[in-house]
């Protein structure tokens, strides 16, 4: 039992020391208004992770019907130019979204699939995922090829941490200055937007 005992140890503080070591990974590139963003390297992608993170007033409920209006959540998305939903199935759902980039990149679009899962702790994990090949391509838009992410809602107190993290791969081409600033202004300029409407 002695030497099973010791290997659960060790395998747990291999899985820590493993999750420490991705999370020391992330680099605050922005910490205003009580939003940090930082960013992180992706193994074999052009394009870095984005994690927001701060703290709202407000309601789970609150949040929750923010994020299920899908029309509705294209005001406080980052450069969002229009959002439907396509189906809605229990915690799951698909979305389709426009967005503007700045010239002369090509406005791209992303067909989304939303996973809701509740947590023990009375958090709420809204999983996303690209499923690009859902919908034909839309003429005058590059199909975002890929996009791994989450929202995370965790009550803490009176107070919702809001977690909002993703790595996208844009498809096409685009410039690097582009990439860069948006890797920052998307978390950022959506939460800041969200917060406004959550805690009104």
């Given at each position: 039992?002695?030497?099973?005992?010791?290997?659960?140890?060790?395998?747990?503080?291999?899985?820590?020391?493993?999750?420490?070591?991705?999370?020391?990974?992330?680099?605050?590139?922005?910490?205003?208004?009580?939003?940090?963003?930082?960013?992180?390297?992706?193994?074999?992608?052009?394009?870095?992770?984005?994690?927001?993170?701060?703290?709202?007033?407000?309601?789970?409920?609150?949040?929750?019907?923010?994020?299920?209006?899908?029309?509705?959540?294209?005001?406080?998305?980052?450069?969002?130019?229009?959002?439907?939903?396509?189906?809605?199935e229990g915690d799951q759902s698909w979305t389709y979204t426009q967005f503007n980039t700045p010239w002369p990149v090509t406005p791209r679009d992303s067909v989304m699939h939303v996973t809701s899962t509740q947590g023990a702790d009375g958090s709420l994990t809204r999983k996303l995922?690209?499923?690009?090949?859902?919908?034909?391509?839309?003429?005058?838009?590059?199909?975002?090829?890929?996009?791994?992410?989450?929202?995370?809602?965790?009550?803490?107190g009176d107070q919702i941490e809001v977690i909002y993290q993703v790595h996208t791969e844009p498809g096409g081409s685009v410039p690097s200055m582009v990439a860069n600033k948006f890797v920052v202004d998307a978390p950022f300029n959506t939460l800041k937007a969200l917060k406004e409407r959550a805690e009104k």
């Open positions: 039992m002695g030497s099973l005992h010791r290997m659960a140890v060790l395998c747990g503080l291999t899985v820590f020391l493993a999750t420490s070591a991705h999370a020391e990974d992330w680099k605050v590139a922005k910490n205003e208004d009580g939003i940090k963003v930082s960013l992180s390297e992706v193994a074999g992608s052009d394009y870095k992770a984005y994690q927001g993170v701060t703290l709202m007033k407000t309601t789970m409920a609150k949040l929750r019907a923010l994020q299920e209006d899908v029309p509705g959540a294209c005001a406080w998305i980052h450069e969002c130019k229009m959002q439907k939903l396509l189906k809605h995922e690209s499923v690009p090949t859902y919908l034909p391509e839309e003429k005058g838009f590059v199909r975002v090829a890929k996009v791994e992410g989450f929202w995370k809602f965790v009550p803490k």
